[in-house]
């Protein structure tokens, strides 16, 4: 009998020891963090409860695992063939992002980023004593595309040794094509350039578009980056404190795993192993049934935006439960946008300006189920009503 997921079932989150609800008062609906609003999968929480029943929790041996589940899931969802020992665990995909800038680069190197990013990348470089690249992202006719001219420039700079590389793309919603991937790769090649690729939001990729992992481009390629996994995002498992980066070429795994010990970040947590092998032997159902669920539910904001707030634009996703906003036309000054809506909508959204290249932008999450989506929806309603649009 086939397993099905209900994901529009509503839970009250409030009152327990969930970040994205204990930041804001409980008036407030929560859509600012990357995180979905849906119980996990059935074969996850039947897989933790067996291991809670051993009733002994103590140090998690490595074991091949963590590799051969990774092997399955990439195998099995994106057609990459892998080796086991090319997954090493790490407690998340930002940790492996900082402890790549550590084991690939050195202080005063530059790292490159395309923005509007993922907030955390710029963190991390900031934090590291490199120095911060940026590639900005061109928005042309409602979709966000590549300067590839000003990418070859950055690229080109001896100091440039690291590109952090986030696909599918989070906040602008890309699901990079074989061609842009292709070209990113030959100028990282012909540059010398090695590339961490975050393809967190792999899974979550919609009907019309397919993700190619980056390793898939070519064999070169592949012996020249890193990719981090985690079912973190597709499977609402945050808190579990497990992902993998995958490593084809051995040198640089040994020094990433160099980085890991250095940071006393090796040893494996108990649960979180065990949700991560479920997730990847047995989750697919989940996954197909959730991709439709999310999408279904971008269209419905797309559709709303349209007919009543016309003023606040929806970047067209091609992935991810993340939506991007163009809120310029409200007439509110960028950095009150976030603080407007939260006041008079009760909606907490991430400001884009922390993404950078994003002022006047939002950050949306609409892994939610539908009915409190449209609860959002008309709260937004009612807050730009109160606007001077004239």
Not at 117 to 138: C, P, Q, T, W
Not at 374 to 380: G, N
Request: with cysteine.
């Amino acid at each position: 009998m086939a397993l099905t997921h209900n994901f529009s079932v509503q839970y009250d989150r409030r009152h327990t020891d969930s970040q994205m609800y204990s930041l804001y008062p409980e008036d407030v609906l929560p859509m600012h963090l990357a995180e979905t609003n849906f119980q996990t999968a059935q074969p996850i929480m039947d897989a933790l409860a067996s291991r809670v029943n051993q009733g002994m929790f103590g140090y998690v041996a490595e074991s091949a695992e963590l590799g051969l589940a990774v092997q399955h899931w990439m195998a099995s969802r994106f057609e990459l063939p892998i080796e086991p020992e090319w997954a090493q665990y790490s407690p998340s995909v930002g940790s492996s992002l900082v402890f790549a800038v550590q084991a690939f680069t050195q202080p005063g190197d530059r790292v490159l980023i395309q923005t509007p990013v993922y907030h955390a990348f710029h963190s991390l470089i900031d934090n590291s004593g490199r120095m911060k690249a940026e590639n900005k992202l061109i928005l042309r006719n409602g979709r966000y595309e590549i300067d590839f001219e000003d990418l070859e420039r950055q690229l080109s700079n001896p100091r440039t040794k690291l590109m952090l590389l986030c696909n599918p793309h989070n906040p602008v919603g890309r699901c990079w094509t074989k061609e842009e991937l292709t070209r990113m790769a030959e100028l990282c090649l012909r540059h010398h350039v090695f590339v961490v690729s975050d393809e967190v939001h792999a899974d979550l990729v919609y009907e019309a578009f397919t993700h190619i992992p980056l390793p898939a481009i070519s064999e070169e390629i592949a012996q020249h980056c890193m990719v981090t996994v985690n079912p973190s995002k597709t499977f609402n498992l945050a808190g579990m404190r497990s992902s993998a980066a995958i490593i084809p070429n051995e040198r640089r795994r040994e020094a990433f795993r160099v980085a890991l010990i250095n940071n006393k970040a090796i040893d494996r947590p108990v649960f979180g192993m065990v949700a991560l092998e479920a997730a990847y032997r047995h989750g697919g159902y989940y996954v197909d049934q959730l991709v439709p669920y999310i999408e279904e539910n971008a269209k419905l904001v797309g559709e709303f935006l349209r007919e009543h707030i016309p003023q606040l634009e929806l970047i067209q996703p091609e992935a991810t439960y993340l939506l991007w906003l163009d809120a310029r036309k409200l007439g509110l000054p960028p950095d009150q946008l976030a603080p407007y809506f939260l006041r008079e909508a009760k909606v907490a959204f991430r400001d884009g300006a922390s993404c950078g290249n994003g002022e006047g932008f939002l950050r949306m999450s609409i892994g939610f189920p539908r009915a409190v989506l449209e609860q959002a929806l008309h709260q937004m309603k009612q807050a730009v009503s109160k606007l001077d649009l004239n």
